[in-house]
Structures are given as structure tokens and as C-alpha cells.
């Protein structure tokens, strides 16, 4: 069965400093990987996803993750992070065997400090 | 081009009443999915249509029906609400089912006391 783990449920960084989100995953088969975005209120966006291409996926905001297959990470970072990136972050694995049902992590809330 | 849209954005039932969510979206998506989202959970499947035409259970399908309408419409109904199904529900859709990126509605909060 798929699954996904955020290792972190609260980031906290300082406005201009790297940001650094952390995900694993389990799946059977190569998996499509993606991380969205939910700002306070609102519905989810996508923010990148990786489906068997490029194992460095670059998204909007500046936002990039690295599919790993030897260790089953796709974590998502920023070179520098921003006021406006505060928002839940959620990281989503889906697979043949599931399906190709998506399969959510429990989410990670970043906070910006300015 | 509004997408994904629910009604209504907010819900307050009693336990045992029912209601029905509504979705819509106007990317002639084939498939389109509901999920509820509770604190530290992500979000969960409730039911998904593959097509026009079908539907089928997600995780978490107990207490809740689905309709798909036509190919834009995907609705939600709660027969006898109970206090556990207060939640955020999300409605989505894609081109086809799985492994290509979803599209979000902006939500509705439902409490059921």
C-alpha cells in the first residue's frame, strides 16, 4: 500500500532563509509524486509534481523537490523564503497499485517570521 | 474559467439532518473526486467518478452518497448527519483518474452539532 510521512508538522523559518520541507513515501511501483499548497481558507494548488521525468522537478514560487528513489524522499525546498509562502504544504504519492488514487501526508504548516 | 466551485462555503446542521454539496467544474474533466480534510489527517477520499456515469468508494465512504450528475456536476449528500462528519470537504477534478494532478475546489466547512 502507498503512503506518504511529512516528517515535520511545523516549520518555522525567518524571511530570506532556505526552506526545507521533508516527505517520504512508500509505494509499490514508480510513483507520481506532487506537493500542493493551502493557503489559510482556501482550496489546494498545485504546486510541482513528478512523474518519471527530471528527478528535479521545479514548481511555481520558486519552490523545487528532488525525487530520491534510493532513499524515498521527495522533499521540497526554496532558496529563500518569503512573508506570502505561509501556508500548509501538503505532500501526495500515487501509484498503479493504488489505483493511481492519491494519497495524502498528514500536511506541514510553514511559518515565515519576518 | 472558475474551475472547480462548491456551494455552499459554509454548513451548520443539526445531528440527523441531511444536505447535499454541491460541485461543479468547467475544464471538461472526465473524472472528479470529493475528500474531507481534518486536522493532521491530509485529506481522505470519500468517493470518486471515474466517468460520467460511475462511482466508486474512496477510504472513508460511511454515511455519505455521491451523484454524478452529468460530466460538470459531482454532488455530495449526508443523509443523517452526525457530530464525526464536521470537516472541511474538498471537491477535485483531473483529465483521467490518478497519477496526473488534481484541481480543488475552494472548499466547504460543515459543523454538525
Known amino acids: 500500500a502507498q503512503s506518504v510521512t511529512q516528517l515535520d508538522s511545523h516549520v518555522s523559518v525567518s524571511e530570506g532563509t532556505p526552506v526545507l520541507l521533508r516527505c517520504n513515501y512508500s509505494s509499490s511501483y514508480s510513483p507520481s509524486l506532487f506537493w500542493y499548497v493551502q493557503h489559510p481558507n482556501k482550496g489546494l494548488q498545485l504546486l510541482l509534481k513528478?512523474?518519471?521525468?527530471?528527478?528535479l522537478v521545479k514548481g511555481i514560487n520558486g519552490f523545487e523537490a528532488e525525487f530520491k528513489k534510493s532513499e524515498t524522499s521527495f522533499h521540497l525546498t526554496k532558496p529563500s523564503a518569503h512573508m506570502s509562502d505561509a501556508a500548509e504544504y501538503f505532500c501526495v504519492v500515487s501509484d498503479r497499485n493504488a489505483g493511481n488514487m492519491l494519497t495524502f501526508g498528514g500536511g506541514t504548516r510553514l511559518m515565515v517570521k519576518p | 474559467n472558475a474551475g472547480v466551485t462548491q456551494t455552499p462555503k459554509f454548513q451548520v446542521l443539526k445531528t440527523g439532518q441531511s444536505m447535499t454539496l454541491q460541485c461543479a467544474q468547467d475544464m471538461n474533466h472526465n473524472s472528479m473526486y470529493w475528500y474531507r480534510q481534518d486536522p493532521g489527517m491530509g485529506l481522505r477520499l470519500i468517493y470518486y467518478s471515474a466517468s460520467e456515469g460511475t462511482t466508486d468508494k474512496g477510504e472513508v465512504p460511511n454515511g455519505y452518497n455521491v451523484s454524478r450528475l452529468n460530466k460538470r456536476e459531482f454532488s455530495l449528500r449526508l443523509e443523517s448527519a452526525a457530530p464525526s462528519q464536521t470537516s472541511v470537504y474538498f471537491c477535485?477534478?483531473?483529465?483521467?483518474?490518478?497519477?496526473?494532478?488534481?484541481?480543488f475546489g475552494p472548499g466547504t466547512r460543515l459543523t454538525v452539532t
Open positions: 513528478y512523474t518519471s521525468a527530471a528527478t
Open positions: 477535485a477534478s483531473s483529465g483521467r483518474t490518478g497519477g496526473i494532478a488534481q484541481y
